[in-house]
């Protein structure tokens, strides 16, 4: 394995995902390995499932890489410092010197849609944009990252903006319209008023929206009606492994 090569982890609330990244192209050079959430979602759990999932590409590349995770959390000098959709026992808890006494190595340690913001803008759909990129990731809540002039503001969380008396992810993620059985129609009314406000606080230049949902984007991006264009991220499900990984030997 080259020198420009380092592993990308992905924390989910269903699932921890890693691969290999080639750093020059942004591509998977190892097959995608997951494994699921533990119940719970606690630290001392989640990083034995890490560990686990880890020491398998380890074995694979006869090497330790050097290594980025990224995970659904505030994340500053390397502590996690909020908890939206998993267990409360990670508020300003030292993750990343956690993960680097038992993974053995340096680690990089951030926020997930900091992770594919980053990936997007260095591999994907935001490439050479000038001015302001926003990301946002519809899952299980909404992850966001700011991006300008290819530099990212970390730690934004616009997923959690007051909107209409709601916390915005409440109403507008993913999850929010399958909990609901809301339709593709009834979906993009919330985002649109959602994306609208954004637009309104911010006056991006570009909007890209990833997540699983966002390899169906026919169905809801060309109902928004906004100022600046709104794309489907590239990389969608793995815009974090690469971004985490990229992140690792900036
Ligand atoms: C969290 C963010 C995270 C996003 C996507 C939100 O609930 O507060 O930190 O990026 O979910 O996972």
């Known amino acids: 394995m080259a020198t420009d090569h380092a592993i990308g982890i992905d924390i989910g609330g269903t699932g921890i995902k890693g691969a290999v990244i080639d750093l020059g192209t942004g591509e998977l050079v190892t097959d995608r390995v997951k494994v699921r959430t533990p119940e719970g979602g606690r630290p001392a759990d989640i990083l034995a499932a ?12 006869g090497t330790k890489l050097p290594l ?18 998993i267990s409360r026992e990670w508020i300003g ?9 038992a993974l ?35 899952g299980t809540g909404i992850g966001s990252a700011l991006i300008n002039d290819g530099v990212l503001v970390p730690n934004s969380e616009l997923g959690h903006l007051e909107l209409d008396g709601h916390d915005a992810e409440s109403r507008a993620a993913y999850s929010a319209m399958e909990r609901e059985s809301l339709s593709w129609e009834k979906w993009a009314k919330r985002l ?22 966002s390899k169906h984007h026919e169905h809801f991006l060309p109902l928004l009606k906004l100022t600046a264009p709104i794309v489907p991220a590239v990389h969608r499900n793995n815009a974090g492994i690469l971004g985490a990984a990229a992140l690792a030997i900036r």
């Open 50 to 61: 890490t560990e686990e999932l880890v020491t398998g590409i380890d074995q694979r590349t």
């Open 68 to 85: 980025g995770v990224c995970f659904p959390a505030v994340v500053k000098g390397g502590r996690t410092l909020s908890a939206a959709n």
């Open 93 to 101: 808890l030292p993750a990343e010197e956690m993960f680097e006494k």
């Open 104 to 138: 053995g190595r340096d680690i990089h340690f951030i926020n997930d849609a900091d992770a594919a913001g980053y990936a997007e803008s260095r591999y994907g759909a935001a490439v050479g944009v000038e001015g302001l990129v926003i990301l946002t990731t519809l």
């Open 192 to 213: 649109q008023r959602y994306y609208s406000h954004l637009e309104f606080i911010f006056s991006p230049d570009l909007f890209v929206v990833g997540g699983g949902v």
